[in-house]
């Protein structure tokens, strides 16, 4: 369980938080950013999986989740690095973002649409719905617990980093911005996921 505490999207999303500032990648090399889409395919399949593809299924989307770590830092292009030493197949990371945010929010589309059902139930059953089936089983309690944790963790590192919020969102410097950007965001990332709302805030700023 220990072990498992280390690994969670959570511990991840704040490992990543804290390296942002030392950022200097200008592109995402094509080992990068293909094996992130394969693993966004991955979790467009696991709807469709059985209780014999399912396992297999997982495996694959973490081992191509971590892949690119065993990529050589050769493969990755540098802000200053000049053209000729970029990668050939190198995409900008606000283009990676976007493809990101746009599969993301057809699956959360799709899932959202899937609960809500035909008909569709009321907010409330909704939520209630997606309450017993958060406590459903423990390892569907572990993976939901650690989606709350980090959607909570990136509204708090949101509202701390007023210069990455979205354009669209007034500015914080002023308590009238400060208080209309929590809500939004208190507001949007239940309602989009963090999965969605994450990769929107990094392609738009």
């Known amino acids: 369980m220990l072990l498992g505490q280390f690994v969670t999207i959570s511990v991840a999303s704040s490992l990543f938080y804290l390296a942002l500032p030392w ?21 467009a399949m696991s709807p469709f999986t059985s209780e014999r593809s ?11 989740i971590i892949l690119p770590l065993l990529v050589p830092d050769r493969l990755f292009p540098l802000a200053q690095a000049s053209a000729e030493t970029k990668s050939r197949f190198g995409i900008s990371l606000k283009t990676l973002y976007m493809i990101v945010f746009s599969a993301a929010l057809v699956l959360h589309a799709r899932a959202t649409g899937q609960a809500a059902g ?46 990455l919020q979205p354009r669209v969102l007034p500015s914080s410097s002023t308590t009238r911005g400060r208080f209309l950007t929590t809500t939004y965001l208190l507001m949007a990332t239940p309602l989009l996921s963090v999965g969605v709302l994450a990769p929107h805030v990094f392609w738009t700023t």
Do not use: C, Y
């Open 23 to 43: 950022n200097v990648l200008s592109l995402a090399p094509v080992a990068l950013w293909l094996l992130v889409l394969l693993s966004l395919g991955t979790v």
């Open 54 to 64: 399912f396992l297999p299924n997982l495996l694959l989307m973490h081992t191509f």
């Open 118 to 163: 035909d008909p569709p139930v009321s907010v409330r059953d909704l939520a209630l719905k997606a309450w017993n089936v958060l406590h459903s089983h423990p390892a569907q309690s572990s993976i939901g617990w650690d989606v709350i944790w980090t959607s909570i963790l990136f509204v708090v590192w949101l509202i701390l980093h007023p210069e």
